[in-house]
C-alpha cells in the first residue's frame, strides 16, 4: 500500500510560508526589507499609469535571487516561477526581467540598499552579534561589466590633443592670414583652437561660403566667375576640413578629458570603469582590465559598509571611505583597523586628528623593522646615532650628519608633508661610501627626516604591542578577508553585472548584503539546533526523574548531572 498520491487534487495548506523552514534566509530577506520606512519606497510612487509592482516585493525577490548565486533578470524571473520562496516573497506576481533589471538599475534602489545596512547593523548591535569596538577594511578589485579592450588611455589622448592642436594652429594662422577668419583666439591662448572656437570657424566659413555661391549667378565675367569658384572650392575644402577632422577630434578629446577626472583610463563601454591589473589574471600575462576597487567595513564577518573607487591601491581610498561610513551610519566605532596597504601619514592624521579614532594600521615596512638584519644594519638612517642637542646624526664612518634645512612636498591630492634635509659635513675618503650612497662625484650624501611620519610609526608599534589593541588587530585576517573568498567562490561573484558606477554600487551592495542574510540565516540554524539540543536533554531528564522519584535514596541533582555526563559522552 502506498501513500495517497494525487495531483490533481486541490490540498491544504495554499499559504507557501508553511512549506518554508523557519530559519531559512527568506524569512531574513522579507525581515530585512519590512523593516525600512515606509517614506523611501513612496519616492518610485506614481500617480498616472498602471499602478506598479511594490519596491519592497522587488527588493525581497532580487535580494533573495542573490543569495541564491542568481544574478540574471532572466534567471530571476525563471526563479519566479520555480520557487516556492520566491513565489511567497512575491505574492504570486509574476513579474517580468525588463522590469526587474530596470528597478534593480534605478537610482532610489541604492537608497534602499544604504538604508538596509543600516538596519542590519543597528540588529546586529541591538543582539549582541558585534560589538562595535572596531571596523576591518579592507579593498579588492572586481572586473567591470564593459569589453576588455575599450581601453582609453590619458597619455595617448594628451599626445594626439597636442598634435591637433599644432595643425589646427597652423591652420588658424593660415586662414587669419588670407583674412578668411577674423581673429578668434583670445589674448593669452597660447595653444590650438578650442571646439567652440572650431565651430565658430566653421560657421563663419559657411557664411563665407554662402555669400560666395549667392554671387556667382549674378557675376557675367568669366575671370570673376572662375575666381568666385576657386574661392568657394578653397571654402569648401577648409571647412570640410574643420568639419570632418579638426572639430570631431577636438570635440571627442575633450570629452575623453571631462571624462578622465584623476584617473588614468577609461572604458568605453562602462566610463565609469578604470583599467587596472586584477588578481585574477587568467592570461597571465599582467592584462589590464576595467574594474572598480571595492572597499568594505566588517565586524564579525559581516559588511557593514562598501563603496567603490577608482584607484588601483587602497591608500587614498581610506579617508573618503571612513567618509562614507560616518554620514551612512552617523558614528564610527574607536578603532580602524587595515593592513599596511593604508599605511600613510595622511591616512593616520586624518583618523587621528580628525576623526579622534585609534588606527590600528601597519605600514610597508613594518614587519621588515622587526627583523634583526634590519636593526643590525648600520646604513639604515633609522639605526644611527642621534644627538638631540646638537641635531646631527653619526653615520656609519662616526662622522656628523647636520641639519642643513627645511623642506615641504605636496603630493598629487594636495597633501603636504614636512621634512628636514639633513647633510654628511665630508664624504671624501670614506671607506664605506659605496655601502653608504650612491650619490656621484663629490657630492655628499643627505638625508631626509619626517618627525611626524616617526611618530606616528612609533604610535603603530606602541599600540600594536598592547593586548587589547594587539588582539584586535590579530583579528583582521579572520575577519574582513574570508569576506572576499565568501564573495567570489561561494556567491559566485567575479564580476559587475550593471554597468556605470551607480549601477556597479548597486550590484555588489545586493551581493554583500545577500552574504550578511545568508551568515545571518546559518547564524540563526546554530542557534535554533543548540536550543533544540538543549530542550531534548531537559524533557528526558525530566521523564528520567519522573521514573525514579518514587525510589528511596533518591538525589534528582545526582541523576542529572550522571545523565548530562552520558548524553555529552555519546
Same mark, same amino acid.
Given at each position: ?6 495531483? /490533481? ?84 506576481? &509574476? ?67 597636442? =598634435? ?65 569658384? $576657386? ?27 571631462? =571624462? ?27 592584462? =589590464? ?93 633609522? /639605526? ?14 662616526? $662622522? ?73 588587530? $590579530? ?23 550593471? $554597468?556605470?558606477? &551607480? ?12 552574504? /550578511? ?54
Amino acid at each position: 500500500m502506498f501513500k495517497n498520491y494525487t495531483i /490533481n487534487q486541490t490540498i491544504l495548506p495554499l499559504d507557501m510560508e508553511q512549506y518554508i523552514p523557519e530559519t531559512d534566509v527568506a524569512f531574513a530577506v522579507n525581515a530585512l526589507i519590512e523593516a525600512i520606512p515606509h517614506t523611501l519606497f513612496n519616492q518610485l510612487e506614481q500617480q498616472l499609469g498602471r499602478p506598479p509592482y511594490h519596491p519592497k516585493m522587488m527588493l525581497k525577490i532580487i535580494l533573495y535571487a542573490y543569495t541564491q548565486r542568481v544574478f540574471s533578470g532572466r534567471r530571476i524571473e525563471f526563479l519566479l516561477e520555480d520557487s516556492y520562496r520566491m513565489r511567497w516573497l512575491a505574492n504570486h506576481e &509574476q513579474v517580468s526581467y525588463r522590469t526587474i533589471n530596470r528597478f534593480r538599475s534605478h537610482k532610489t534602489t541604492a537608497q534602499l540598499l544604504a538604508e538596509a545596512f543600516v538596519l542590519f547593523r543597528r540588529q546586529l548591535i541591538t543582539h549582541q552579534i558585534i560589538d562595535n569596538e572596531a571596523i576591518f577594511i579592507d579593498g579588492t578589485k572586481i572586473e567591470a561589466d564593459a569589453n576588455k579592450f575599450s581601453f582609453v588611455w590619458r597619455k595617448a589622448t594628451t599626445r594626439y590633443e597636442k =598634435l591637433l592642436d599644432e595643425k589646427s594652429e597652423i591652420f588658424y594662422q593660415t586662414l587669419y592670414q588670407e583674412e578668411v577668419l577674423p581673429c578668434l583666439k583670445e589674448e593669452n591662448q597660447s595653444d590650438g583652437l578650442t571646439s567652440d572656437q572650431l565651430e565658430e570657424a566653421a560657421n563663419h566659413l559657411e557664411a563665407e561660403l554662402h555669400e560666395v555661391e549667392a554671387q556667382l549667378p549674378n557675376e557675367k565675367q568669366k575671370e570673376k566667375q572662375s575666381q568666385l569658384k $576657386r574661392k568657394s572650392r578653397t571654402y569648401r575644402k577648409y571647412l570640410r576640413k574643420i568639419q570632418a577632422d579638426y572639430l570631431p577630434r577636438k570635440q571627442k578629446y575633450e570629452a575623453y578629458n571631462q =571624462l578622465f577626472q584623476e584617473r588614468n583610463s577609461f572604458s568605453k563601454t562602462d566610463t565609469d570603469a578604470t583599467f587596472m591589473r586584477m588578481k585574477d589574471d587568467y592570461m597571465r600575462n599582467g592584462q =589590464l582590465k576595467p574594474g572598480y576597487n571595492l572597499q568594505i567595513a566588517t565586524e564579525n564577518q559581516y559588511v557593514l559598509a562598501y563603496d567603490l573607487f577608482p584607484n588601483p591601491t587602497d591608500t587614498k581610498t581610506l579617508n573618503p571611505f571612513l567618509d562614507s561610513f560616518l554620514e551612512q551610519h552617523n558614528e564610527l566605532p574607536e578603532y580602524i583597523v587595515a593592513d599596511a596597504g593604508y599605511g600613510s601619514e595622511e591616512n593616520y592624521m586624518y583618523i587621528s586628528d580628525i576623526l579622534h579614532k585609534t588606527p590600528l594600521i601597519t605600514y610597508g615596512s613594518y614587519h621588515k623593522e622587526k627583523k634583526k638584519n634590519y636593526r643590525a644594519n648600520p646604513f639604515i638612517v633609522e /639605526n644611527w646615532r642621534y644627538l638631540e642637542k646638537e641635531d646631527t646624526y653619526i653615520c656609519p664612518a662616526h $662622522r656628523a650628519v647636520t641639519f642643513k634645512q627645511y623642506s615641504r612636498r605636496k603630493d598629487k591630492t594636495g597633501f603636504v608633508r614636512d621634512f628636514k634635509i639633513y647633510e654628511c659635513e665630508n664624504c671624501r675618503s670614506c671607506p664605506v661610501r659605496s655601502q653608504c650612497t650612491k650619490a656621484k662625484g663629490d657630492r655628499k650624501r643627505q638625508i631626509l627626516v619626517n618627525n611626524t611620519w616617526r611618530y606616528f610609526k612609533a604610535e603603530c608599534k606602541k599600540k600594536l604591542l598592547e593586548e587589547k589593541t594587539g588582539s584586535i588587530y $590579530r583579528k583582521r585576517k579572520i575577519d574582513v578577508e574570508p569576506v572576499f573568498g565568501h564573495l567570489k567562490a561561494q556567491l559566485a561573484f567575479h564580476r559587475f553585472h550593471l $554597468r556605470g558606477k &551607480q549601477g556597479a554600487k548597486i550590484d555588489i551592495g545586493l551581493a554583500l548584503m545577500a552574504l /550578511n542574510l545568508r551568515k545571518i540565516g546559518k547564524y540563526m540554524e546554530k542557534k535554533t539546533s543548540i536550543i533544540e539540543k538543549i530542550s531534548s536533554i531537559l524533557t528526558l531528564t525530566i521523564k528520567i526523574e519522573l521514573i525514579f522519584f518514587q525510589r528511596e535514596g533518591y538525589c534528582p541533582t545526582l541523576l542529572s548531572i550522571r545523565f548530562f555526563f552520558c548524553v555529552y559522552r555519546s
